[in-house]
């Protein structure tokens, strides 16, 4: 998901604490493997007013989500992906194991200054990732 903050925030996660999150864009990995799928992922993450069951819970009141990069198919890429988001230029990591708690990933929230370049990340997956642009 590519999330946008308007403004820092100071925002609590879960039992990870509390943490100072930069204005900017950030991009956070995860799979969509429950019932529904994708689809019923995005739309449970779309809503701002939900229960926290995920880290991404916590962030999404405060944040406006902008796009989903995804891929279709049989294999959790969720940690190959937060590496190589984590291999763009100018990113930083607010919160350790922030979406990492069932891996052995440093965290699947990766924040930019900037709109991070969907072009520059095919590059580095090296496979086809589609992009459903969101009303916001």
């Known amino acids: ?3 946008r903050l308007p403004e820092q925030a100071t925002i609590r996660v879960g039992k990870l604490g509390v943490f100072p999150f930069p204005a900017g864009w ?3 990995v995860g799979s969509a493997r429950g019932p529904g799928g994708l689809a019923a992922r995005v739309s449970r993450h779309c809503r701002r ?3 926290h069951h995920w880290h991404i819970d916590y962030l999404r009141p ?3 989500l902008i796009a989903v990069w995804y891929t279709l198919g049989p294999q959790k890429q969720e940690c190959k992906w937060a590496e190589a988001l984590s291999d763009l230029p100018d990113t930083s990591f607010p ?3 922030f979406g990492a708690s069932d891996c052995h990933c440093s965290t699947h929230l990766i ?3 900037t709109r991070p370049d969907l072009s520059a990340y095919r590059k580095l997956v090296r496979e086809p990732v589609s992009e ?3 009303p916001t």
């Open 1 to 3: 998901m590519i999330l």
């Open 26 to 28: 950030y991009a956070y």
């Open 49 to 51: 007013s939900k229960r």
């Open 62 to 64: 405060q944040s406006e």
């Open 95 to 97: 919160v350790s194991r």
């Open 111 to 113: 924040h930019f200054p």
């Open 132 to 134: 459903r642009l969101l």
